[in-house]
């Protein structure tokens, strides 16, 4: 049976990080924590298990993803947001693949909880995510600070696990409003060091096409008064990224 190195980056998640632990606990073989030098009990939670702890100044999401992966014994990872938790039924996927591993990775879908709300639609789910896979043929890649792990070579194949990936977002409004601030302000950061532009008709049209495709097309309307929220916040952060992004020189 080959073996699995989980794969953690963390920054103050002492409400979330021993789900996550628990849930990779009887799946993987090593488990390994990067971290920001949290300055809540994070590291304290995760010393309570066997992992690899390791501190690591914020490099940026995709760099922090990758440093973090250097750092594991194997060869096979299950990387995890420390937000983040295997379902049951993922669990049991992985642990059947880890007999029978095919492909060179594998997707699953993740499933978003918003105050409390298991969200089905909103453009949130199905999220299909690729966070099982070889390290050898594959990468966090993309835009700071949305990340994705990419395969080095088009000619690679991806398998899916059923199950989800349990994704712990906002509990509240004001909290998610903070972090659309935060989100889009790095994601205009990196805009401009890719030398993108934002053009006045990007600024009009891309947040309310955002929002339209998210609550409409993809039936945000049935996720109740939640699902407004979040469609909005999707408009709202592609607004807020353009505008900063025109002020950058």
């Not at 039936?219 to 990224?241: A, E, P, S, V």
Request: glycine content about 6%.
């Amino acid at each position: 049976m080959l073996k699995l190195s989980g794969v953690i980056i963390t920054y103050n998640e002492e409400r979330n990080i021993e789900r996550c632990l628990e849930s990779l606990a009887g799946v993987v073989d090593e488990i390994v924590v990067v971290d920001s030098f949290s300055n809540d009990n994070t590291k304290a939670i995760c010393k309570k298990y066997k992992v690899k702890f390791i501190e690591q100044e914020f490099l940026g999401y995709v760099e922090q993803k990758n440093f973090a992966l250097q750092h594991a014994s194997f060869n096979r990872i299950v990387s995890l947001d420390g937000d983040e938790a295997l379902s049951d039924a993922l669990q049991q996927s992985i642990k059947a693949v880890k007999t029978n591993w095919t492909k060179d990775g594998y997707y699953c879908n993740r499933y978003n909880n918003f105050c409390g709300q298991w969200i089905k639609y909103s453009d949130w789910y199905p999220n299909r995510k690729l966070r099982v896979f070889d390290k050898r043929n594959a990468k966090w890649n993309g835009i700071n600070p949305h990340d994705n792990v990419v395969f080095n070579d088009s000619k690679q194949t991806a398998g899916f696990l059923e199950g989800d990936i349990l994704h712990w977002t906002y509990r509240t409004y004001k909290e998610m409003d903070e972090k659309t601030d935060y989100f889009s302000t790095i994601a205009a950061k990196a805009y401009h060091m890719n030398n993108k532009t934002a053009p006045f008709w990007k600024l009009l049209w891309n947040p309310l096409w955002a929002f339209f495709k998210a609550y409409f097309l993809r039936l945000g309307i049935l996720d109740g008064l939640n699902g407004l929220r979040i469609c909005y916040q999707t408009g709202k952060i592609t607004y807020l990224k353009y505008k900063k992004l025109r002020t950058l020189k």
